[in-house]
């Protein structure tokens, strides 16, 4: 098996080098490819002055489905993982990949969190959407087969969040198998730079509107969207009443909901429309050339 292991990034200069440092260790015949966006760290300065690193592709766009897509382009491998940056794979990380690629075209595995209090980590999830029993996979440690990206024709780069679930609906939709081995394990470690998740409820909505549309039609998809919809505003209904939220907020992202499920339902009508293969993605790799604004290529 030739392997390539795909690295999106933006501003994550030392936990991409503790990353590259755990590859070069457990996974040291792996190609690498590292897909910088516009980092303002010197993290293109620091992957210049490595020799584990075989390609750098510097992108302007700040999205991960773009950032993907252009590391998709570049890698060589037969079987090719998209690791995040801010992950270090574990000892038996390998070994997991090949067990789970002798049985799927897809193989995950979780992400140990450690936290003040202890470890966490993940299961495999599974859903039934519509007729299709569709597995998730952790969008940060996946491998793929090579015919599996060439049939999805990668990510779908409309979507700014989600763009890892909605290959999995396409995954099912095209038949593909995704294999769950715990041996495939990554760890990220909390430390007090790291950040504050933003709350776009809009942008959710709109990306699992486009997403559900695309892959299943206005009908099914309108079901399953309203449903959440439903049960997340009744959750913050009840926040308002115990007074942990306020009011003119709870409105407010009821509007913004509304809005991102309308533009999500109409997008992903017209993306349907345009493209109605298997695949369902009109904005996959196949889709432009442009992605790329400078590339390093050492192998």
Known sequence: MDLSVVIPTLNGRDRLAASLDALAVHVPDAEVVVVNGPSTDGTTGMLRDRDDVDVLVEVSARTGTVARNAGLEAATGDAVAILRYDLVVEPSWLDGVEDGLAEASVVTGPTHRTLDGGMTTEESERRTVGSREVTYFNGGNVVFRRPVLDALDGFDEYLE??????????????????????????????????????????GEFRSLAYRLVKNYGVRPAATGTARRAVRDAVAAGREVIRGDLDLTEWFATGRAVVGGVVRGAVDGAAARLRDRSPA??????????DRAVTRYDWR
Request: charged share 25%; proline share 2%.
């Open 161 to 202: 969040t989600g763009g890892g679930r909605d290959a999995a609906h396409r995954l099912a939709g095209l038949g593909y198998g995704v294999a769950w081995r715990s041996e495939m394990g990554v760890r990220q470690e909390y430390s007090a730079d790291g950040g504050v998740a933003i709350d776009d409820r809009g």
């Open 280 to 289: 369902h993605n009109p904005h996959g790799v196949s889709d432009r050339a």
